[in-house]
């Protein structure tokens, strides 16, 4: 049987959604050229739809099911798809994978719940009740760094021992480098492992993560790739190479203290020429210093002239 990292491949792009300048509104349309664009230009091996990077937090349940099926359509089969069930309130969790599977999506991803710091026990049981009201392959999704708690290896290993279609999940990794490992050692074999930090690629590869979930890869998709394919290929000091070029991209992402890099992260891609328009409150806008920052990186990457 295929593994979730078979599926979806090595580059999973967490989809930004693009919001319009004046009213902060879905640009719909908008959503569905930047999925052909990370398409046709095989920035992404597959794509989340409102995750973290999606900004799900900002968006009525009925915009993510739009954007599900806005997503659908303009993917046209070209690319796996996996539905962000990623809220609080489990209820809630499970009406967002009931609809990706409506929608004949390929896979969820459930949050782990935030604000509300349930034990592991509850933890246990927000991700059991979402994987039981779908057939999809589901992956979990730990990110201490906005949630408030981590879900602890433990609990992954009980999850995939008791749940069958629980068989991945993707790790903030730069919170707990070494946890990609700890999960990979105590999950059956073909449990799949995402490292979701850009800046933690090569570290993730190094200890069996299948691949990345990558943001950055909107704008810096092919570099990715090239560095993904060099490491597997054994060329280590190549891959090296193109990981320190990137670096300094990434961490700028975080300017001033910022923990959320979405606003930067988004200015960047507005400046490629990526309509996304900008983040929605409580996210404040990049600054013009700290846009500039990133065209400095762009045109130092010959992204930009």
């Known amino acids: 049987m ?26 719909y349309d908008a959503t569905a050229a930047l999925v052909d664009h990370l398409i046709s230009n095989e920035f992404c091996d597959s794509l989340i739809v409102a995750g973290t990077s999606g900004e799900f937090n900002t968006l009525t349940l009925e915009e993510r099911f739009e954007l599900f099926r806005v997503v659908k359509e303009a993917a046209a089969g070209r690319v796996p798809l996996v539905g962000g069930a990623c809220t609080s309130a489990t209820r809630d969790a ?49 990110i201490p760094i906005f949630t408030g708690l981590n879900v602890e290896k433990e609990t992954v290993a009980r999850l995939a021992a008791d749940i069958p279609n629980i068989v991945g999940i993707k790790d903030e990794a730069g919170i707990n480098p070494t946890q990609m490992t700890e999960f990979i050692r105590v999950t059956p074999p073909g449990f799949t492992v995402y490292n979701g930090d850009d800046i933690m690629v090569l570290c993730g590869l190094a200890q069996g993560a299948s691949g990345v979930v990558s943001g950055a890869s909107h704008i810096i998709g092919k570099q990715m790739r090239e560095m993904i394919n060099l490491f597997l290929s054994g060329d280590i000091k190549a891959a090296r190479e193109i990981h320190m070029a990137l670096d300094p991209l990434f961490k700028d992402f975080c ?28 996210l404040s806008p990049a600054t013009a210093e700290e846009t500039e920052v990133m065209r400095q990186h762009l045109v130092r990457l010959e992204l930009l002239s």
């Not at 990292?5 to 792009?13: A, D, N, T």
């Not at 994978?97 to 929608?103: F, I, S, Y």
């Open 255 to 282: 300017q001033n203290g910022r923990t959320n890099g979405i606003p930067i992260w988004k200015a960047a891609m507005n400046l490629c020429g990526l309509k996304v328009g900008p983040p929605r409150l409580p």
């Open 94 to 142: 499970v009406k967002l994978v009931q609809e990706a599977e409506r929608l004949e999506f390929d896979a969820a991803m459930v949050l782990g719940p935030c604000y509300c710091k349930p034990c592991q026990e509850g933890v246990y049981k927000h991700f059991a009740t979402v994987a039981k009201a779908t057939s999809l392959p589901v992956m979990l999704y730990n």
């Open 2 to 27: 295929q593994t979730l990292g078979e599926k979806l491949g090595h580059i999973v792009v967490p989809l930004a959604t693009p919001f319009k300048e004046e009213s902060h509104d879905v640009d």
